[in-house]
């Protein structure tokens, strides 16, 4: 399974339900790395989404305890549940794709972790932990710094030590 999240450098991803910023390289590349794959996500999430609808050409998998089923996504009470409806696929495309509580639920089964570093600090009321800081992870790969919207940031990948 990998993380896939734009975060600044507090770790800050979202406040009042939506993105910090807008970058649209940043849309452009979480497009092409989850296209054709699984996506799973929190319901506040979901949420966030324009007209609250799934992303297209995509698996969705929506964990919720009280969503009621649908006919455009999929929804997962558990994280046991959710292992059980992914078991049968490549692990290299499970997505989690937020939010906050998401991240770190799922961050235990995650090796790689595809992270857009915002070399900014945002008001924010949800993050994610910093995984720069955290000696079970290192970085493998870094772009260089893209500019848009007045903010500066790298395409990072970071696996799991060991993993
Ligand atoms: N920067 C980024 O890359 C990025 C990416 C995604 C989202 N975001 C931002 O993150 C924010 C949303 O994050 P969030 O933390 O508030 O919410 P979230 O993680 O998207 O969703 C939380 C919801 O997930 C469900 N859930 C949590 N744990 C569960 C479990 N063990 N089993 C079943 N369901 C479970 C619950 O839904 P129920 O209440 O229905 O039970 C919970 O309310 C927004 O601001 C969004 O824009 C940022």
């Keep these: 399974m990998k993380w896939i999240v734009a975060c600044d450098r507090r770790g800050g991803i979202g406040k009042d339900g939506k993105l910090l910023v807008r970058l649209p390289s940043d849309m452009k590349y979480f497009r092409e790395q989850t296209l054709g794959k699984t996506v799973i996500m929190g319901r506040a999430t979901l949420e966030s989404f324009p007209g609250g609808k799934p ?10 305890s009280r969503l009621p089923e649908s ?10 549940q ?5 078991k049968e696929e490549n692990p290299d495309d499970l997505f989690v794709i937020g939010g906050g509580q998401i991240y770190r639920l799922l961050l235990p ?10 070399d900014e600090i945002f008001p924010s009321d949800t ?3 910093l995984l ?3 000696a079970e992870w290192k970085c493998v790969s870094k772009s260089s710094p893209v500019s848009e919207n007045g903010v500066t940031y790298t395409f990072t990948v970071y696996r799991r030590i060991g993993a």
């Design 127 to 129: 993050s994610v932990p």
């Design 55 to 64: 992303l297209p050409k995509r698996r969705n998998i929506v964990l919720s």
């Design 109 to 118: 089964y995650c090796d790689e972790a595809l992270i857009t570093e915002i």
């Design 71 to 80: 006919s455009s996504y999929e929804v997962c009470r558990s994280v046991e």
């Design 82 to 86: 959710l292992l059980e409806m992914v």
């Design 132 to 134: 720069s800081s955290d």
